[in-house]
């Protein structure tokens, strides 16, 4: 979708919007002078909430935008280039500092990624970015300057709850849109700005935060009004006798709910019974508020109507995509292998094709394993395959009794932790062969693709599982230089595992990609092997597929490509996070040496 049709659809929805409440103030009963100026104050001071969002999404899109432009360009000049000299370096000095200082850099130190982990299941989250810190900082200052500005602090106590009360209640419901919209997985943000569902989910999660503490200074600030001008009380007494009332304490008490269970500690510990809980609470929430606004001040109800519609909206794609993906002649089925290092590997067999790109992600419900939970897995290896079947004759004599038929699967790696994955990997493990088919619904494919083609070096480096990630860029690359359809003249693969057993993970597909034509001329492949039992399972194919014994040293690996780098150089990094922030340093301190660019796959919920 183009800016200007984002921007004309943003226009109708907001006059839509403002229409409706235009409409609710002259629909209800007569107001008084001073009610009708305070609701037009509130009015105001929303509709420049709304705005000011939707100048950040623009500005956010005209940047993109034109880091798309430059790609592309980049592209078109490079191709049937090697050396590509004048990308190389950078053309000056503000970029690398604003990446190195800004971008790219952690709040604090190095640690970002790195989880704060109590054991093995349990961890209390990560650190954001220094610029994810600057953004979530700068919605907060935003959200307290909307509650407070233009409000007379000198007025009687009575009047200045009043007014803080009102405040706060309108802008938690105005926030109830931005939270549902970035809480979907069909969130159209995530593809129009090409920003990850990560950061989303990030910001998700401080939004519900400043949510609970609007609803509650909007509660707390009746409160005192009411006790304080009568007793706690004459406070049951009217709880008793207004429904509106009641409604607006379920409503509150279910968001206290919400902020309570919704800590890392426990989303990790007990991610199923999670979002079961905070599916059931916003559910109460939405209803309460629903009767609350609906009752006693319905000029605000279309805000919560509009984030209802959103999670409606999200649930309603989600359902029709896993029918028409799930659902024709035949049904998914998904073959589930046990393999060494407590991974299994599970090839889905689709009815119908799907379009993958390189870095997307699919959920996965298997019913026989985990009811109706369903988790996301990055797709490691997709592929359609033509069947032909014949008529009912033997042998076909004529082109009319042979027709064809994409066979499409698409394959996943999938680490054994806890939960879904664990009960996963015992089914396949004690089933006959260990291995296992099961009925499966798949969903998606969902996540931003990070175009790799304009870069003429790609490092790609992975840690573990995280092969997954950098698997179907190698493939694309390699197929891209072989046609001459993207800038690549290097990739470097460097893989960190604890046991030359995990080369089986990816080995039919990695087979496939090293009997590509022209891979040699453009693909080095480096094994680091953290753990082998002994020397002797050390040892390395060939000149372009190397294997050594022990950690890599990230920043010499980096500084031999940058010295033989061709254009714009990639790194990308998918695995734990302690090597995710290792990374991050090394490209951070050699911003300055070459045209770089830091890519970081991660997924937290």
């Known amino acids: 979708m183009s800016a200007m049709g984002s921007s004309r659809m943003g226009g109708m929805i907001f006059g839509v ?12 009963r007569k107001l008084t002078p001073e009610q009708l100026a305070n609701i037009q104050e509130n009015y105001d001071y929303s509709k420049w909430c709304l705005v000011s969002v939707a100048g950040l999404i623009a500005v956010t899109l005209v940047y993109k935008a034109i880091n798309d432009l430059q790609a592309k360009l980049r592209l078109l000049l490079c191709l049937g280039s090697d050396k590509q000299q004048y990308w190389a370096t950078p053309r000056s000095d503000i970029f690398p500092k604003i990446k ?11 640690r970002h990624n790195r989880e704060f982990r109590l054991n093995r299941a349990v961890n209390v989250g ?44 309108i802008m938690a419901t105005i926030n109830m849109m931005p939270l549902f919209l970035l809480a979907g997985r069909n969130n159209p943000l ?111 109800l279309i805000y919560v109507k509009v984030a209802i519609a959103l999670w409606a909206a999200d649930r ?5 995509r896993i029918i028409y993906r799930n659902f024709s002649t035949k049904m998914t089925r998904a073959t589930v292998e046990a393999l060494a290092g407590d991974a299994v590997r599970v090839t889905v067999t689709m009815p119908r094709p799907w379009k ?78 260990k291995m296992f088919t099961t009925l499966t619904f798949a969903e998606g494919p969902y996540g931003v693709t990070h175009s790799l083609d304009s870069y003429g070096t790609s490092v790609l480096i992975a840690g573990g599982v995280g092969i997954t990630h950098q698997v179907p860029y190698i493939q694309h690359l390699v197929k891209g230089y072989r046609d001459g359809t993207v800038a690549t003249r ?20 990695m087979t496939s990609i090293l ?43 980096l500084d031999m490509e940058i010295e033989n780098k061709a254009g714009t150089m990639a790194v990308t990094v998918c695995g734990s996070g302690s090597l995710s922030d290792d990374v991050r340093t090394v490209v951070r301190s050699r911003a300055h040496l070459a045209n770089i660019d830091f890519i970081e796959e991660a997924f937290s919920w």
Request: aromatic share 12%; glycine share 4%; proline share 5%.
């Open 190 to 300: 995530i593809r129009l700005l090409k920003i990850s569902f990560d950061t989303y989910n990030l910001m998700h999660r401080w939004l519900g935060r400043i949510v609970v503490i609007e609803a509650l200074a909007h509660t707390i600030a009746y409160l005192m009004n009411k006790v304080g001008t009568s007793s706690w009380s004459a406070f049951g007494e009217t709880l008793k006798q207004s429904y509106p009332l009641r409604m607006a304490l379920v409503s509150t008490i279910a968001l206290v709910l919400l902020l309570m269970h919704s800590p890392s500690i426990f989303r990790h510990a007990f991610y199923e019974t999670f979002l079961t809980i905070h599916i059931i609470l916003v559910s109460v929430m939405l209803g309460a508020l629903w009767a609350h606004l609906s009752s006693a001040s319905q000029y605000w």
């Open 100 to 110: 190195r200082s800004l971008l790219w850099a952690p709040l604090f130190g190095k």
């Open 515 to 557: 009997a590509m034509e022209k891979r040699r001329d453009v693909l080095k492949i480096m094994l680091f092997v953290t753990k082998p039992k002994s020397t002797k399972e050390i040892h390395s194919p060939s000149s372009t597929v190397q294997m050594f014994p022990g950690k890599p040293n990230i920043g010499t690996l």
């Open 356 to 433: 993958f790109s390189p870095g997307q992600h699919a959920y996965l419900y298997m019913p026989s394993v985990g009811l109706w939970t369903s988790h996301p897995f990055t797709v490691a290896w997709s592929e359609s395959k033509e069947v032909i079947k014949f008529g009912d004759k033997d042998l076909a004599l004529h082109r009319q009794d042979i027709y064809h038929k994409e066979k499409a699967t698409m394959s996943f790696i999938i680490r054994r932790r806890t939960g879904f994955t664990d009960s996963l990997y015992r089914k396949a493990a004690n089933s006959p062969d």
């Open 316 to 320: 309603c794609i989600r359902f029709v």
């Open 17 to 28: 919007m403002f229409l409706y409440i235009g409409t609710a103030m002259g629909a209800t």
């Open 126 to 169: 990560t650190l954001p970015t220094r610029f994810q810190a600057l953004a979530l900082i700068a919605f907060v200052a935003s959200n307290i300057a909307f509650c407070t500005v233009s409000i007379d602090w000198k007025q009687p106590r009575a009047a200045l709850l009043k007014e803080v009360r009102s405040r706060t209640g």
């Open 490 to 509: 290097r990739i470097v693969l460097v893989w960190i595992i604890q046991s030359p057993e995990h080369l089986e993970w990816i080995r039919p597909w």
